[in-house]
């Protein structure tokens, strides 16, 4: 089956800087990679995705970047701010499936 | 509309009793995925269904774990016979069609407690 690594595992910044986290995948046939915030003691929220028909997807301040050659993609945030210090987390699916596939996440500190 | 709603939010049982954890999906959505989390790692598939059907339960160990989805009602995940290692956040995500959409929402989560 599908395998997703992510790294860095932590991840600190300053404020205002820009922080990416990137995530590999080893099957193909993925299609579909979204990515999932997750606060202290919360569900997962979803805050952007990306198909495989695109490169590149911005909303805001988050951006989604996709090499479907290399089988990577990757979650960049500019102008951080203490407020998206949580876990992000990446997940890859294909049409022909039944699953997602997450990475293992990312605990992202913004330092004020 | 609604978010996806689970309950209890929190739950505590002893060695050897039953969990019970319900999943109510968003409205219009037929498609539910089980997970487990435990602390410092990331989501683990257990089960997807469909309205009344287990189309993948192949995350779920076929002891003491079983799943379900009526036609009506939410979906249940059942924990029999709890052991601490059964100690997790489980969350359950709900998904208008499916992986072929793509998307799915997730529930704020049921923390068990095996004591």
């Known amino acids: 089956g599908e395998n997703v690594e992510q790294h860095p595992s932590t991840l600190s910044v300053q404020e205002g800087d820009s922080a990416v986290i990137k995530c590999t995948y080893s099957?193909?046939?993925?299609?579909?990679f979204p990515w999932y915030k997750q606060e202290l003691g919360k569900g997962p929220q979803l805050i952007i995705d990306?198909?495989?028909?695109?490169g590149e997807k911005k909303d805001q301040r988050i951006a989604v970047t996709l090499n479907k050659t290399a089988k990577h993609f990757s979650l960049h945030i500019t102008e951080t701010q203490p407020e998206d210090s949580a876990v992000y987390f990446c997940?890859?699916?294909?049409?022909?499936?039944?699953?997602?596939?997450f990475g293992t996440g990312t605990s992202l500190t913004v330092i004020p | 509309n609604a978010g996806v709603m689970q309950n209890p939010r929190h739950l505590v049982r002893r060695r050897g009793q039953e969990a019970r954890l319900r999943c109510s999906p968003m409205k219009g959505h037929s498609h539910v995925y089980w997970y487990r989390q435990l602390p410092e790692e990331g989501l683990k598939f257990m089960v997807y269904?469909?309205?009344?059907?287990?189309?993948?339960e192949s995350g779920m160990p076929k002891e003491r774990f079983s799943a379900e989805f009526p036609k009506e009602g939410p979906s249940i995940l059942r924990i029999q016979q709890v052991v601490r290692g059964d100690s997790a956040a489980y969350f359950c995500?709900?998904?208008?069609?499916?992986?072929?959409?793509?998307?799915?929402?997730f529930g704020p989560g049921t923390r068990l407690t095996v004591t």
């Open positions: 269904l469909q309205k009344e059907n287990i189309i993948d």
């Open positions: 099957d193909s046939a993925s299609n579909y």
């Open positions: 997940a890859a699916s294909m049409n022909t499936g039944n699953q997602f596939y």
């Open positions: 990306i198909r495989s028909n695109v």
């Open positions: 995500a709900s998904s208008p069609k499916g992986v072929r959409s793509g998307e799915q929402y």
